[in-house]
């Protein structure tokens, strides 16, 4: 089955700064690639994702790239604030369309 | 984005007694859910894929006589938690995939506390 790596566990950034979460996939077949961000006590909740089609994508401050030949992606934010603040998984879904997920990364942003 | 709506947000019980928890596409058909587990500060863990009109399938280890999962309509899926115990308390959370498998969203997740 698919495996899914994340790293890393935990990220301290200054408000302002860029931060940068990889995950890394072994299932050459997985083709849908989604982040999720996930607030204490509260659903995930989906923020970017990525098809097998496409390199890099960007929705205001945070981007998604995919390198399908190192099987790895990652999740960037830029000009962090304090409410990026939460937990981030990533995903990646292959043909049986069940998705699997990293471990989490718990990013704290300080004012 | 698509709802996912689940209740209840928490619930308590007594040891022993059984809990329905229901996850439900507002917007969309939901030919397939997903339900999983989750511990403080730890990720998903996938308990078990529920599918429209058949049974549903569940990971290794999970117990399918204890965990009982119904998907009897293309927006309602249940989980039911038989003879509930002290350490079946944690945050169940269900999941749908949109119309022509394109996203996957999540419900807001019920806290269990078994006391």
């Known amino acids: 089955g698919e495996n899914v790596e994340q790293h890393p566990s935990t990220l301290s950034v200054q408000e302002g700064d860029s931060a940068v979460i990889k995950c890394t996939y072994s299932?050459?077949?997985?083709?849908?690639f989604p982040w999720y961000k996930q607030e204490l006590g509260k659903r995930p909740q989906l923020i970017i994702d990525?098809?097998?089609?496409?390199g890099e994508k960007k929705d205001q401050r945070i981007a998604v790239t995919l390198n399908k030949t190192a099987k790895h992606f990652s999740l960037h934010i830029t000009e962090t604030q304090p409410e990026d603040s939460a937990v981030y998984f990533c995903?990646?879904?292959?043909?049986?369309?069940?998705?699997?997920f990293g471990r989490g990364t718990s990013l704290i942003v300080h004012p | 984005g698509a709802v996912v709506s689940q209740h209840p947000s928490w619930v308590i019980c007594k040891s022993g007694t059984s809990v329905k928890i229901e996850c439900r596409s507002l917007?969309?058909?939901?030919?397939?859910m997903f339900w999983y587990r989750q511990f403080p500060k730890q990720s998903l863990m996938l308990m078990a894929t529920?599918?429209?009109?058949?049974?549903?399938?569940?990971e290794q280890g999970v117990e399918k006589d204890k965990f009982l999962i119904n998907h009897a309509s293309l927006t309602l899926s249940t989980l039911t938690v038989t003879s509930a115990h002290p350490e079946d308390s944690s945050f169940y959370i269900c999941?749908?995939?949109?119309?022509?498998?394109?996203?996957?969203?999540f419900g807001s997740g019920t806290q269990l506390s078994v006391l």
């Open positions: 995903a990646a879904t292959g043909g049986s369309y069940i998705p699997t």
């Open positions: 917007d969309f058909q939901a030919t397939t």
């Open positions: 299932d050459s077949a997985s083709n849908y």
């Open positions: 990525i098809r097998s089609n496409v």
């Open positions: 529920s599918n429209e009109g058949s049974k549903a399938t569940y």
């Open positions: 999941s749908a995939w949109t119309g022509g498998l394109e996203k996957l969203f």
